[in-house]
Nanobody, 115 residues
Framework: QVQLVESGGGLVQPGGSLRLSCAAS????????MGWYRQAPGKQRELVAA???????NYADSVKGRFTIYRDNAKNTVYLQMNSLTPEDTAVYYC?????????WGQGTQVTVSS
């Protein structure tokens, strides 16, 4: 099992940046895949970015070139650096870990992009 705790959300103006953090309760080196999902009001949860054990990454088309997912194995933490934010990025962002055929989720952190 793994517990995930997100932080770093908040209110930001369009064009601004935020960095989300996801701290895991175990070594992320042992986790097959970690990722960030988001869910906007009235919409389904969608994958934003994911990173695998070999540090390969993939991104939703809507965030390519603006968001970067990376990991710090020593801190058991995965980050999502979000730049050039737009109101369409407003959502609750969830950290996800895929481990031993199970999905684990954090509690979510709200990101609001508004002037």
């Amino acid at each position: 099992q793994v517990q995930l705790v997100e932080s770093g959300g908040g209110l930001v103006q369009p064009g601004g940046s935020l960095r989300l953090s996801c701290a895991a309760s175990r070594s992320i080196f042992t986790i097959n895949r970690m990722g960030w999902y988001r869910q906007a009001p009235g919409k389904q949860r969608e994958l934003v970015a994911a990173i695998r054990g070999g540090s390969s990454t993939n991104y939703a088309d809507s965030v390519k070139g603006r968001f970067t997912i990376y990991r710090d194995n020593a801190k058991n933490t995965v980050y999502l650096q979000m730049n050039s934010l737009t109101p369409e990025d407003t959502a609750v962002y969830y950290c996800n870990a895929f481990l031993l055929l199970n999905d684990y989720w954090g509690q979510g952190t709200q990101v609001t992009v508004s002037s």
